[in-house]
């Protein structure tokens, strides 16, 4: 069985600190806590799971604090959680099944993060994260904001997933704040970071901005495929936004200069066309995301409801706007078998035993 050290950065976590040890506690061989500066009560109640807490002082830098984190790791490999993280009980046993039988040459063990969640708790969207790593100097974290170690050497892939339940919003403008911090000073943005730089505009509906940064982004030679895809996505948004819509229409294909069609790109086109009340299109698109296959394994995000639920619910919508009500109420059906508990659902479906 391999070890594994939990190294956590924090700071006032009170509210979700005990919740996410709670859940992960007794899998791991060793808790590292970092705390970059917290007032409330978070530095006692991780007390209460380790003795190995240490002071960081804070400098707009994820990165950073989680490499010291790592640099007092002493077991074989590194876990990293966020505070409002939890391993549900139906991962706890995958996780230490995995434990047990886990190759020891592996470097890097990806595992599922959903982050957020219908009202039954069904993942509406999830990505793959680097969650355990090998502990060595050469898996080291980089990125002051959305922070990451590039997965290298033996990856295995699990389909453990950890879950992140925020509790509360947090602070919504530090990650725009470190990045303008960052290009006050001087610093030019790498690829990765102007993809997040935009995120964050867009975030701040400053659209504009956005669609900028993302332009220069997608110009660039060595930005990840799976960004610059959804970069299209986003960046459409913002021209769409902005009463640009012939750019918004431009921006949503050339994203299948890059690759085939995701799903969710799909259902984005067949919006796009929904919006211009052109139902023909719209339908198309939207048949062509219930044919497109789930590629978890590329590492980008990941909407499961656009491979089913949402492109079944619009295409009931786009058949009943054409007047073929039979039709719509077929795709309404096929819907509710995905969330027989979706509100949309059970609208239409009163809605279809009242005219027809």
């Not at 030679?221 to 960004?227: F, H, K, Y």
């Not at 139902?279 to 048949?287: L, M, R, S």
């Amino acid at each position: 069985m391999t070890t594994i050290s939990l190294c956590m950065i924090v700071k006032n976590e009170e509210k979700t600190l005990a919740r996410c040890l709670d859940s992960v506690h007794d899998l791991v061989d060793e808790i590292i806590i970092v705390d970059t500066g917290s007032s409330d009560r978070t530095t006692e109640i991780a007390a209460k799971f380790t003795s190995k807490i240490y002071n960081h002082s804070w400098t707009d830098d994820f990165a950073a604090a989680r490499n010291v984190s790592f640099s007092k790791a002493s077991m074989k490999y590194c876990m990293w959680l966020d505070a409002d993280d939890i391993l549900e009980q139906t991962e706890r046993e995958k996780f230490l099944q995995l434990k047990q039988s886990l190759p020891s040459d592996t470097d890097i063990v990806m595992m599922k993060y959903n982050t957020s969640f219908d009202e039954k708790g069904t993942p509406l969207f999830s990505y793959y994260r680097e969650r355990l790593i090998k502990n060595a100097p050469e898996y080291r974290w980089a990125g002051e904001v959305h922070e990451a170690i590039t997965p290298a050497g033996k990856i295995f892939y699990s389909d453990i997933a950890v879950s992140h339940k925020k509790d509360g919003p947090g602070d919504p403008d530090r990650n725009l704040r470190i990045y303008q911090k960052m290009i006050e000073n001087g610093k030019t943005l790498n690829a990765r970071q102007l993809y997040y730089y935009g995120r964050e505009l867009y975030y701040h509906k400053k659209y504009d901005e956005a669609a900028s940064v993302f332009e220069q982004f997608l110009s660039m030679p060595d930005g990840w495929i799976e960004n610059k895809i959804e970069t299209c996505s986003i960046c459409a948004d913002c021209y769409y936004r902005l009463d640009k819509k012939e750019l918004s229409l431009s921006m949503l294909l050339h994203s299948l200069s890059f690759d085939t069609p995701r799903a969710e790109l799909c259902c984005d086109i067949g919006n796009y066309f929904m919006k211009c009340e052109n139902y023909q299109n719209a339908i198309y698109w939207y048949e062509t995301a219930l044919s497109r296959e789930r590629r978890d394994h590329t590492g980008g995000f990941i909407l499961p409801d656009c491979y089913d639920y949402i492109p079944l619910l619009q295409l009931c919508v786009c058949h009943d706007r054409l007047g073929d009500r039979e039709t719509a109420r077929k795709y309404n059906e096929k819907a509710g078998l995905c969330k027989p508990y979706s509100k949309a659902y059970l609208y239409n479906k009163k809605y279809f035993d009242t005219v027809l």
